[in-house]
């Protein structure tokens, strides 16, 4: 697997981060060694996790999925080659949905107990909060890369001016900055969905891409398949994403994944990784077939008469990333 840079950070990044939201709760154990002794023996060293995850599933109230990544760590003793990102910001159990820097300092250190490692490779705020001041949030993220627990920053669901804001506050006053944003994105594009929008979880806008492109900041795409939606027949692609334009480019997916004989899902992977600027979608997948599905992503490489077919079709309200 290719790898990329992370930001400015000079730091290298497998081109296809592996999603770990379900490892432990939805996931059974077994299952979720089998995804990530996989994902590892493709060359992937990319792992995305939270400190909610995944709370909301019925029987798993506390967080599974960093205890069981840090065990995997360990019993493989990969944790120097690994990657590791995890978020703070939601609420759960006792912790309040809050970027204040109390519940930053205390959550990292929670985060590195559950993960058994020294420091985080890469520490995104999950959600926005708009009642704690920036530049409050700002200092308590450089106090915990100062401090060694933490390397590297990103923001996901934070709007593209808030990005903005906040690293203009780090960078006139030599703190850290975020070097990454984790939005949700796909090769679809959806109306405005109320659903997505009570659960903070923010879409790509082409102001996000064009601050990232002007500041030298990668993308990482959340829940990039729409739950697999490319690729199988029982999900149906989701309402909000049912427009004429999205018709139009399912038909392009199917044909370019009968040409390249891969799955549907693994097209629009590879359509993300063949963007001029750096993204690295995060995989999200229950089974080891999906995985393995979903990697065939990195050997596609499109014609340029294939991109035009891709890109070809716009959505109202979006650019489709460089084709401004
Ligand atoms: N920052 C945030 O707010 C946020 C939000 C959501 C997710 N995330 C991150 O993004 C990762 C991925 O998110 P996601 O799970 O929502 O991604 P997704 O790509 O939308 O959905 C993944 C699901 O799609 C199905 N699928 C994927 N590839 C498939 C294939 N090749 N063939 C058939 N089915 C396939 C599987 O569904 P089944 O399991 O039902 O079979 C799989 O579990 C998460 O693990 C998490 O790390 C972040």
New binding site residues.
């Given amino acids: 697997m290719e790898t990329t840079t992370l930001g400015t950070t000079g730091e290298s990044v497998s081109e296809l981060?592996?999603?770990?939201?379900?490892f432990g709760s939805?996931?059974d154990r077994d299952t979720s060694y089998e995804l990530l002794d996989r994902y590892y023996d493709a060359g992937g060293r990319f792992i995305?996790?939270?400190n909610i995850?995944a709370t909301w599933v019925d029987g798993h109230e506390t967080p599974e999925s960093e205890p069981l990544l840090g065990e995997w760590l360990e019993e493989r003793g990969v944790r120097e080659e690994m990657t590791i990102a995890t978020?703070v910001g939601f609420g759960y159990g006792d912790v309040p949905r809050s970027l204040d820097p109390e519940v930053i300092s205390r959550e990292v250190d929670r985060s590195l107990d559950r993960l058994g490692i020294d420091t985080v490779d890469l520490l995104?705020v999950?959600?926005d909060d708009p009642e704690t001041p920036q530049v409050d949030t700002m200092r308590a993220l450089d106090e915990v890369v100062t401090a060694g627990n933490v390397d590297y920053l990103g923001a996901?669901?934070v709007p593209a001016w808030r990005v903005a804001r906040a690293n203009r506050i780090s960078e006139e006053r030599d703190w850290s900055r975020f070097e990454c944003v984790?939005p949700?994105f796909?090769y679809l594009i959806p109306e405005r969905n109320p659903e997505f929008d009570a659960a903070?979880?923010l879409p790509m806008t082409d102001e996000l891409v064009d601050y990232c492109t002007e500041a030298d900041l990668t993308v990482l795409p959340?829940?990039?398949?729409?739950?697999?939606?490319y690729?199988?027949d029982d999900?149906p692609i989701p309402e909000s994403y049912v427009r004429t334009e999205n018709g139009l480019k399912m038909e392009v997916v199917e044909e370019l994944a009968e040409r390249h004989d891969v799955?549907g899902?693994?097209i629009v992977l590879a359509w993300m990784l063949d963007r001029e600027y750096p993204t690295v979608p995060?995989?999200?997948?229950?089974?080891p077939?999906?995985l393995e599905?979903?990697l065939a992503a990195s050997a596609v490489t499109f014609t340029d008469a294939e991109r035009e077919r891709l890109d070809g079709i716009e959505n109202y309200g979006y650019s489709n990333w460089e084709l401004r």
């Fill in positions: 981060c592996l999603g770990a939201m379900y939805r996931i995305d996790t939270a995850y978020k995104y999950h959600v996901s669901n984790q949700r796909s903070a979880q959340f829940s990039p398949t729409l739950g697999g939606c690729g199988r999900r799955d899902n693994a995060i995989v999200g997948c229950s089974t077939e999906q599905a979903n």
